[in-house]
Antibody, heavy 123, light 110 residues
Framework: QVQLVESGGGVVQPGKSLRLSCAAS????????IYWVRQAPGKGLEWVAV????????YYADSVRGRFTVSRDNSRDTVSLQMNSLRTEDTAVYYC????????????????WGQGTTVIVSS | QTVVTQEPSLTVSPGGTVTLTCASS?????????PNWFQQKPGQAPKALIF???NKHSWTPARFSGSLLGGKAALTLSDVQPDDGAEYYC??????????FGGGTKVTVL
């Protein structure tokens, strides 16, 4: 079955960096875009970034553009989110999810979600 | 700044029907926004229910349906079960590769 597992969360000081990973299994990874979505404590969902199936398209929310970078390794079925210049407002559970349709169909929305990894930015 | 608005909370009786809506600050929601709906229970990851307005995932119960209603995206829960009590989020695609979630609707089954 389709499974996504996030890792790499932790506690980090403001201004520092952290790298999250999303390991995928159970589907043809190279055919699907992958999203990152976050949820601050007690708050709603916020789209963070998305990468297309082949990595040629990468898009970011205004709140993270220029600080976060999404990448993928299709040989290892993994997607990474490099988070630099972290702020206290980046504190959240970070989820990855696969696109609902293959290739450009990722734009139609999200399918299966991982369980999330927690990032706490605090001095 | 684009805002997607949902009802903060709704209450429904077991066996009843409830409709959640999702409005955009930019105007009427159409199928071009590819509305998605997600269910989230406390302490759990969100679970996808509907994509592209009305398409169900393989695991989505038949009593959940998506549509466009009066310029908004809508999620209707029919024959509501106690287990349907949860937070529900909509997601809209604004083109220029930007996605925006609604603030969520807490559905209480009482």
């Amino acid at each position: 079955q389709v499974q996504l597992v996030e890792s790499g969360g932790g506690v980090v000081q403001p201004g520092k960096s952290l790298r999250l990973s999303c390991a995928a299994s159970g589907f043809t990874f190279i055919n699907y875009g992958i999203y990152w979505v976050r949820q601050a404590p007690g708050k709603g969902l916020e789209w963070v970034a998305v990468i297309s199936h082949d990595g040629s398209e990468k898009y970011y929310a205004d709140s993270v553009r220029g600080r976060f970078t999404v990448s993928r390794d299709n040989s290892r079925d993994t997607v990474s989110l490099q988070m630099n210049s972290l702020r206290t407002e980046d504190t959240a559970v970070y989820y990855c999810a696969n696109g609902v349709g293959n290739f450009q169909g990722y734009k139609y929305g999200m399918d299966v979600w991982g369980q999330g990894t927690t990032v706490i930015v605090s001095s | 700044q684009t805002v997607v608005t949902q009802e903060p909370s709704l209450t429904v009786s077991p066996g009843g029907t409830v409709t959640l809506t999702c409005a955009s600050s930019t105007g009427a929601v159409t199928s071009d926004y590819y509305p998605n709906w997600f269910q989230q229970k406390p302490g759990q990851a969100p679970k996808a229910l509907i994509f592209s307005t009305s398409n169900k995932h393989s695991w989505t119960p038949a009593r959940f349906s998506g549509s466009l209603l009066g310029g908004k995206a809508a999620l209707t829960l029919s024959d509501v079960q106690p287990d349907d009590g949860a937070e529900y989020y909509c997601l809209l695609y604004y083109g220029a590769s930007r996605w925006v979630f609604g603030g969520g609707t807490k559905v209480t089954v009482l």
